[in-house]
């Protein structure tokens, strides 16, 4: 496992019992590098979006014990922030929360010469996405082979 990993993996440990009593919902957490600086980040949210303020108490708390524990021998920011209307499907819980609503899929690779799907999300497992697309085909994808999955905006 990755260095970025192990620290993501201790983090959602640390944070999640700040986030649970809070009544938030931890949807991921990420360390990269961004330019010359680390950036650790928590993304959170709730039932009706999270607002600044509570993402600065989670981040407080937290603060606290990313000093007591000190595990990231870098030097890095830390950040809580809501995960943005167009955030990801990374978890189980992602997927059911989008079955049957529209999503936009973007492949690695070409698929019928295109790389971006539409369609309602009819089914998923571990290695497949099943949408049904605007014309009622239905198509699946090898996870492997979508590079991103959210919710599809449309202003």
């Not at 990313?66 to 595990?71: A, G």
């Not at 950040?79 to 973007?106: A, C, F, H």
């Amino acid at each position: 496992m990755s260095n970025a990993r192990v620290y993501e993996a201790k983090t959602e440990a640390l944070i999640t019992p700040i986030i649970e009593r809070m009544k938030f919902e931890l949807v991921d957490v990420e360390y990269v590098k961004e330019g010359s600086t680390w950036y650790l980040r928590a993304y959170i949210d709730k039932e009706g979006g999270i607002t600044v303020n509570e993402c600065a108490d989670v981040a407080r708390e937290m603060n606290v014990l990313l000093d007591e524990e000190d595990f990231i021998p870098d030097s890095y920011v830390f950040e809580v922030s809501s995960p943005g209307l167009g955030r990801p499907l990374k978890k189980e819980k992602d997927y059911v929360r989008n079955m049957g609503k529209e999503v936009e899929i973007r492949t690695y690779r070409a698929i019928n010469r295109s790389k971006e799907f539409y369609g309602l999300l009819r089914a998923y497992d571990e290695q497949t996405v099943t949408i049904e697309t605007e014309d009622g085909e239905e198509m699946s994808f090898d996870k492997s082979d979508i590079a991103l999955i959210r919710q599809a905006i449309h202003f």
